[in-house]
Antibody, heavy 120, light 108 residues
Framework: QLQLQESGPGLVKPSETLSLTCTVSGDSISSNNHYWAWIRQPPGSGLEWIGIVYYSGSTSYNPSLKSRVTISVDTSKNQFSLRLTSVTAADTAFYYC????????????WGQGTLVTVSS | EIVLTQSPGTLSLSPGERATLSCRASQSLSTRHLAWYQQKPGQAPRLLIFGASSRATGIPDRFSGSGSGTDFTLTISRLEPEDFAVYYCQQYGSAPLTFGGGAKVEIK
């Protein structure tokens, strides 16, 4: 059964870089039929798509975050990662990783999510 | 960017009643690329419907999706206690991928 698990620091200082990793188990990240995605959700708010990566390394990002985001993939570890630079309190959120189907473009499954707080 | 507007923002119903949630797109989009999710407190979202009307694996048949063009609907035929949650629509027929603002189904 495919599972995704986010990991990384739960607290990041303002102006620093947020780094998270998603470990995929139960399936190969080198799938022709899927992208791998990051989505975030500020506490009490809605969902915001951050970006996606294909196993080849090609990416697509939300224009609102594009200047600060890098998503990369490590097929040898079956992991993909998120880097968000110059964070502020507005970046405080639950961060989810998920698999995106290439054809119908739906997210399934999702990781359990991890709360990242930006504070000094 | 395609904006998805969900209505109503909150729906107050009793178990056994029918819930009808709307998702309106600012531009016409392919039914193939419209999905619905359910999110309960403290949990990640869960896929309910993809391709506007196809139920995801393990989703009960009281959940159904319909619509085309700019108007899409999620219907829960008879609310069970576990269905009280927040529901989101999502599209990726056109970049960037966007979510609706969410609709809460609460117990009346």
């Amino acid at each position: 059964q495919l599972q995704l698990q986010e990991s990384g620091p739960g607290l990041v200082k303002p102006s620093e870089t947020l780094s998270l990793t998603c470990t995929v188990s139960g399936d190969s990240i080198s799938s022709n039929n899927h992208y791998w995605a990051w989505i975030r959700q500020p506490p009490g708010s809605g969902l915001e798509w951050i970006g996606i990566v294909y196993y080849s390394g090609s990416t697509s990002y939300n224009p609102s975050l594009k200047s600060r985001v890098t998503i990369s993939v490590d097929t040898s570890k079956n992991q993909f990662s998120l880097r968000l630079t110059s964070v502020t309190a507005a970046d405080t959120a639950f961060y989810y990783c998920a698999r995106l189907n290439l054809l119908e473009r739906q997210f399934d499954p999702w990781g359990q999510g991890t709360l990242v707080t930006v504070s000094s | 960017e395609i904006v998805l507007t969900q209505s109503p923002g909150t729906l107050s119903l009793s178990p056994g009643e029918r819930a009808t949630l709307s998702c309106r797109a600012s531009q016409s989009l392919s039914t193939r690329h419209l999905a619905w999710y359910q999110q309960k407190p403290g949990q990640a979202p869960r896929l309910l419907i993809f391709g506007a009307s196809s139920r995801a694996t393990g989703i009960p048949d009281r959940f159904s999706g319909s619509g085309s063009g700019t108007d899409f609907t999620l219907t829960i035929s008879r609310l069970e206690p576990e269905d009280f949650a927040v529901y989101y629509c999502q599209q990726y027929g056109s970049a960037p991928l966007t979510f609706g603002g969410g609709a809460k189904v609460e117990i009346k």
